[in-house]
């Protein structure tokens, strides 16, 4: 596996949002996305994105307090993950959030490093920053690939027949 990765400019919501909607036509069943970043950086924003170019028409939030929101888009289950709120990695374990992870939905998890060492690793990894020096919205992805799946989804997003992001 090699430690290709992909770095983004994002120069607004709308481009996040953009890039959300390319890697929703790229994941696969069973798949599993970490998204990191700081507070605001727009990890929620990507997911809302993703699932509305799945077809998702109702309400896409943050899961902070209920830890999961669960999608089924086109009869395919997402399931958006948010452990901002864990203080141990083990609540991961005590909320029995395994069985997410084995079913065939796709997995989009929100601050993964809290949960650390259970929860699986990921297919593809986007750590969201704000840009220095750029508009109060701009942002930057860095998007690498942790499998074999993942190179694949990775490849869709610089694939030259995909559009860029807005």
């Known amino acids: 596996m090699h430690a290709e990765h992909l770095t983004l400019a994002l120069a607004d919501e709308a481009a996040t949002s953009a890039l959300g909607a390319r890697l929703a036509a790229l ?8 998204l990191d970043g700081d507070l605001g950086a727009g990890k929620t924003t990507l997911v809302r994105g993703l699932l509305r170019a799945a077809g998702e028409t109702g309400p896409v939030k ?6 999961v929101e669960v999608h089924v888009v086109s009869g ?3 399931y958006h993950f948010d452990f901002y709120r864990f203080n141990q990695a083990e609540e991961y374990l005590d909320a029995g959030l395994d069985e997410y992870f084995s ?11 809290k949960a650390v060492p259970y929860v699986p690793a990921a297919d593809i ?12 919205e701009g942002r ?3 998007i ?15 694939s030259s027949n995909m559009p860029p992001p807005a």
């Open 27 to 34: 994941l696969r069943p069973g798949m599993v996305v970490w």
């Open 62 to 67: 943050s899961p902070t307090y209920t830890l």
């Open 76 to 78: 395919l289950n997402f």
């Open 103 to 113: 079913a065939a939905g796709i997995c989009l998890v929100e601050w993964p490093d």
């Open 125 to 136: 990894h986007i750590e969201l920053r704000v840009a220095p020096g750029a508009s109060p």
């Open 140 to 142: 930057v992805a860095v």
């Open 144 to 158: 690498s690939a942790g499998s074999e799946r993942g190179q694949t989804c990775l490849a869709g997003v610089t």
